[in-house]
Each structure stands twice: as C-alpha cells, then as structure tokens.
C-alpha cells in the first residue's frame, strides 16, 4: 500500500520553544493531508485539514497561530506547533488522500511522538 | 470534536474465539472504514465500506455497513495473539471541501495464547 511517512518519530524539547514535524507522501501525490492529535488510551481527533497551496482548514478549538501548518507541495506538508507546552505533549499523527473521491484510501504516517518538558 | 460511539471498550478474549464489535452515529455517513492501531504507530487500514448493507471480508475480518448508514460491525474470527491492539471504526461524509474523517472511541483487543 501506499506509505506515509512522519519526521521525526519522538521529540523531546523545552516549554516555550517550537517544533515542527514533516509529513511526506512517498509514492503518491497528495491533494489533501490531515493532522491529528491522539492523547493516550484516546482517539484521534483531526486538527485541521490542508489542501496544497491553500490556507489550513482548523476544527473548531485548536488555534491556528499555534499549530502552523503548511502544505508546500503534494508530498509534503509541515506542522510547527509554536511555543510548545506540556499539555502539547501528545501523539501526532498525519494522513494523506490522493483524491477526495470516496475510495481514494486516507493513508495514515507512523506518528510523531512529543514530549515537552 | 465529533466522535462515534464505539464499543466494547475493551476485550480480553482467548486465542481462537472470535471477536465482534461495533460502531453507532447520530450521523449519516457515506464511506465507514475499520482500522488497527498497534502502540506507538499509526493507524492501518483493514476493511473499507461504501455503500449501505455492504459485507466486505479481509482475510478473517468481516465488516459490514448499516442498511441506515449509522452504524457499522466489525467480526474478527478465529483470533490470534496478533489480533492485539485497538480497533477503530472512522465514518467520512462526502461533501465538501475535506471531506474529513471522523473516529470511533476505540476498541482494545488483547487475546491470550
């Protein structure tokens, strides 16, 4: 199947500094990404969805001055979550689509895992 | 954010016995697919459903779409210590710009040998 790849898999970093996670569709353009946040023993719950070369498009309740995201291209899409802080810490996960007809496969990463101390 | 009811919320099962669980929406969803999260990784997909009243089968998974396009089940037969993890039901509604997809709470399987 298709693969998704996440950069980095765990970071660890101090309260107030930013981190900026990489997600790459490798064998696929992808027209539209999401970001998710999983906190343990929790679901996912979407973020904020990105289509290449347009502005993010957040879920209600996360901010988007703190959780930058850009989709420079079809492959490529990158979360900055500014100023971090302990309650950020948490499993983020990113998905890619090549489509958005309904049997185009929403591919998911391995994950970023940040802890912010 | 939104989230389906899934449940059980959690299994622990012998090896052999066979495993059923199922996800619920106040909500009508187009696409509904099942998929299994291991620790620390994402979530891979097992068995995508399109149409309502739709049974789909994956090797010893078998998962069907409510004839009302709110709930959906998932049947693991004959489980294995590999079985283990958490099951996830997602729903998406076609339309619009993301066409975003919406997750169940979770069911986690543990099988003993």
Redesign the interface.
């Known amino acids: ?1 298709a693969v ?1 790849s ?1 950069h980095p898999s765990r970071v660890i970093c101090k309260s107030g500094t930013s981190v900026k996670i990489e997600c790459r569709s490798l064998d696929f353009q992808a027209t ?1 990404m ?1 970001w998710y946040r999983q906190f343990p023993k ?5 973020m904020a ?1 990105s ?1 290449e070369g347009s502005k993010a ?1 957040y ?3 996360v901010e988007k001055d703190k959780f930058l995201i850009n989709h420079a291209s079809l492959t490529l899409s990158t979360l900055t979550v500014t100023s971090a802080h302990p309650e950020d810490s948490s ?1 983020y ?1 990113c ?1 890619a ?1 090549p489509g ?1 007809a ?2 185009d ?7 970023t ?1 940040l802890t912010v101390l | ?1 939104q ?1 389906l009811n899934q449940s059980p919320q959690s299994m622990f099962i012998q090896e052999g016995e066979d495993v059923s669980m199922n996800c619920t929406s106040s909500s009508i969803f ?2 509904w ?1 099942w ?1 299994k999260q291991d620790p ?6 097992l068995i ?1 459903l ?1 149409k309502a009243g739709e049974l789909t089968s994956n090797g010893r998974l078998t998962a069907q779409f409510g004839i009302t396009r709110k709930d959906s089940f998932l049947n693991i037969s004959a489980s294995i210590p590999s079985d283990v993890g958490i099951y ?1 039901c997602a729903g ?1 509604v ?1 339309g619009g ?10 069911t986690l399987l543990a099988v003993q040998p």
């Open positions: 199947g998704v996440q539209t999401f929790q679901s996912l719950m979407l969805t289509n498009t879920e209600q309740g499993f996960i998905s689509r958005l309904d049997r496969t929403q591919y998911f990463g391995p994950g895992r | 954010g989230q187009n696409t697919l998929y620390g990784e994402g979530p891979v997909l995508a399109y996830f998406r076609r710009a993301t066409n975003k997809l919406i997750f169940g709470t979770g």
